[in-house]
């Protein structure tokens, strides 16, 4: 009985690292199989369809509840290297793919609810970071993120602010009576 366990035990160590490296290689070579994707205009997006793209302008929606972040990622990052040697950065690919952006209440809701109750969205894509920064802003003004609710009266986006400056409990008039959002 003790050898049986001890077999099912390593069979299964050795499944989920053939699977891990599978998944690993699939994402590393830029296939639309990771979870959750990111789709634009319909489609999967992949590592192979960044291009000249420096990055984007997303909006995550959880189905259940319809409420949504609207938020910019970059497609690379910039970090010193691990080895602490020298001064140089190294440009390497962001994690776009497993981002599920900044808000925490989002983070927590992603973490409740599953990756998979949460469809993401790139909204527009572009080739610097000006305009990719432009974009997203413009985008938090356009959709009304600090005032606009759901039908149940609730915020109806993740975002509690624009530019950090700009706050939703300046200007969200969420669960009071009165209906003055000055």
């Excluded at 793919?97 to 609810?113: I, M, P, Q, R």
Aim: with cysteine; net charge positive; charged share 25%.
């Amino acid at each position: 009985m003790v050898r049986y366990v001890q077999t099912l035990k390593q069979d299964l160590v050795l499944y989920i690292r053939e699977n891990d490296i599978r998944n690993y290689e699939m994402e590393s070579t830029g296939e639309g199989n990771y979870e959750n994707p990111w789709t634009y205009q319909g489609t999967t997006f992949t590592s192979d369809d960044i291009d000249s793209f420096f990055g984007y302008v997303y909006c995550i929606t959880n189905i259940q509840s319809g409420k949504k972040y609207i938020g910019r990622k970059y497609f690379t990052q910039r970090r010193k290297p691990r080895s602490g040697k020298g001064k140089r950065r190294v440009t390497s690919e962001s994690d776009w793919k497993n981002y599920y952006g900044s808000s925490d209440e989002l983070k927590a809701d992603v973490k409740t609810f599953g990756k998979s109750n949460f469809k993401r969205e790139i909204i527009s894509l572009h080739e610097t970071l000006g305009k990719v920064n432009y974009e997203e802003t413009k985008q938090l003004f356009l959709n009304n993120v600090l005032m606009e609710a759901l039908d149940d009266g609730t915020p109806a986006y993740y975002n509690s602010n624009i530019l950090g400056r700009y706050m939703k409990k300046n200007y969200g008039d969420f669960g009071n009576n009165n209906s003055a959002n000055a």
